[in-house]
Every structure is written in C-alpha cells, then in structure tokens.
T-cell receptor, first 113, second 114 residues
Framework: DTAVSQTPKYLVTQMGNDKSIKCEQN?????MYWYKQDSKKFLKIMFS???????INETVPNRFSPKSPDKAHLNLHINSLELGDSAVYFC????????????FGSGTRLTVV | AQTVTQSQPEMSVQEAETVTLSCTYD???????LFWYKQPPSRQMILVIR??????QNATENRFSVNFQKAAKSFSLKISDSQLGDTAMYFC???????????FGAGTRLTVKP
C-alpha cells in the first residue's frame, strides 16, 4: 500500500500546454511538499502546505500553482509549460513535530517538448 | 539561509569495503535535524539515517553510521560492507524544525563495484 503516491509517473507535453500532477498520502501526515529535481539531480523545495494552508512558497514562477483540497492531497498545476520546466517533480509528506524526515513519492518525470 | 555542501560528486568502492561520504552545512541555529537520503536508479528517495543536533551520540542503522561533528558542522555517512544495492545517489539534507523545510546538498553518486 503506497504511502505517498503521485500520478502520472511520466508526462510528456508540448510547450504552452497546461498540466497537473496529483499527489496523495495515506500516512495521516499534516504537511505536504513539492520538490523539483533538475537534470543535475539538484533537489529544490517549491511549496509546502500544512493542513491545507500554504506555508512555504519559494521563488517559483507563478505559472506553478499548488492546490490542497484536503490534508491528504496536494496537487501541482503548471500553466504555459516551458522547456525549462522539464524535471522530476517529487511530492513528500511529514508529520510534525516528529521530524523523522519526509516520505517521498516516486516522482513524476515531466518532459516539455 | 542554510546551505548544505557535498564536495564529492562521485565516488566508487569495492564490494564489501567501507566508504565515507562527506557533508558540511552552514547554519546559525542550535536545534536542527540532519538526514541522509538514498536515490537508486529507480528514482525513489529513501531515508537512510537521521541525526538530531542536540544528541551527541552518532546515529547508526545497520551498515550505515554517521560521524556528526556539530562544532565543525560536519555530517559524514559511513557505509560498511558495501553491497551492490548501495549503488545510488546519496543526498545530505538539513532541516530547521521551526521552518520545516528540508534543504538538500547536490548529492554524491556512489558506485559499488563487484
């Protein structure tokens, strides 16, 4: 039974399109995150949500919009996709205040052509 | 802002031998958490080991152990009896519990050779 699941695992789309990545966790965690891993494997936090409330919003183009309908779900919508958006996007979750680390989903590889 | 530095982009080790991956970090906080994550070719991020800054004792998980030097802001990972399945990217990470955002180093690609 997958703890943090992301869909789709792979996404190939054309420049200018709008796409969404979905994330769900069944761990009962309060906080969820989106990370971007670029072609050099560098991981950078994009957003975090605590109980449906946006907590962290790093310097990310406003074409990226997270949406959290409930604390078990955090979706990422991307408008007007650009070539530079090609990356692997990871969803993660954690339970405060345990600080036992984040549980990551398996990632979504987004390729913009 | 906290920064995490992994100075070894790539390393290799023979099967059954021991290897140490380096990590340094910069922070003005006294309370924080440090982690090592493993990312095999499958892409999954797997938590290897965790260290609380206020604990002096080094964390250990089976073949994985850390050398945590708080004054030097150093957090190295030692893998003993290396196995082929240890081949992966290894990421060091820092977390400020008051902000709860985990920051990663650039990673070290480890190859275990038969």
């Amino acid at each position: 039974d997958t703890a943090v699941s992301q869909t789709p695992k792979y996404l190939v789309t054309q420049m200018g399109n709008d796409k969404s990545i979905k994330c769900e966790q069944n761990l009962g965690h309060d906080t969820m995150y989106w990370y971007k891993q670029d072609s050099k494997k560098f991981l950078k936090i994009m957003f975090s949500y605590n109980n449906k409330e946006l907590i962290i919003n790093e310097t990310v183009p406003n074409r990226f919009s997270p949406k959290s309908p409930d604390k078990a779900h955090l979706n990422l919508h991307i408008n007007s996709l650009e070539l530079g958006d090609s990356a692997v996007y990871f969803c993660a979750s954690s339970q405060e205040p345990d600080n036992y680390g984040y549980t990551f989903g398996s990632g979504t590889r987004l390729t913009v052509v | 802002a906290q920064t995490v530095t992994q100075s070894q982009p790539e390393m290799s080790v023979q099967e059954a031998e021991t290897v140490t991956l380096s990590c340094t970090y910069d922070t003005s906080e006294s309370n924080y958490y440090l982690f090592w994550y493993k990312q095999p070719p499958s892409r999954q991020m797997i938590l290897v080991i965790r260290q609380e800054a206020y604990k002096q004792q080094n964390a250990t998980e089976n073949r994985f152990s850390v050398n945590f030097q708080k004054a030097a802001k150093s957090f190295s990972l030692k893998i003993s009896d290396s196995q082929l399945g240890d081949t992966a990217m290894y990421f060091c990470a820092f977390m400020n519990p008051y902000v709860n955002d985990m920051r990663f180093g650039a990673g070290t690609r480890l190859t275990v050779k038969p």
